[in-house]
């Protein structure tokens, strides 16, 4: 039953896109699509230091974007391809209104967004 209560989220994500699925209503048993972000990343500049802080200003944008999807998360898994799962994580960790969130991370290909939905519906389903 306080499995229904949580404020349950997952996110399938790489360096440029992301999928937000979580429940539309808190009472709702599925998962759903509730938003996607989208990081175009920098452009070429000719200082590697000016290209660096665009490129983190940017994935900071991204990351807030993916959070604004996830207003009070009790609990969010994380899957994707590279890096960027863990640098959610770290960026959620020194939010305040994150900082409590349990995060849980996994790698997967890219999927459908209705699979992506049992995916972490399941992942839940297996931690709880």
Do not use: C
Request: hydrophobic letters at 30%; charged letters at 20%; glycine letters at 6%.
């Amino acid at each position: 039953m306080s499995q229904k209560n949580k404020k349950q989220f997952g996110v399938w994500m790489d360096t440029h896109h992301a999928t937000v699925v979580g429940r539309a209503e808190p009472q709702a048993l599925n998962f759903s699509v509730l938003g996607y972000a989208g990081n175009a990343g920098a452009e070429t500049n000719t200082s590697e230091k000016n290209e660096h802080n665009d490129e983190r200003t940017l994935q900071h944008k991204f990351f807030k974007e993916i959070l604004t999807h996830m207003q009070n998360a009790e609990e969010v898994h994380l899957t994707g391809t590279g890096t960027s799962q863990e640098q959610l994580m770290h960026y959620m960790a020194d939010t305040p209104q994150f900082k409590n969130t349990v995060t849980n991370e996994s790698t997967s290909n890219k999927m459908s967004d209705e699979n992506l939905a049992i995916y972490i519906a399941e992942k839940f389903n297996n931690l709880n």
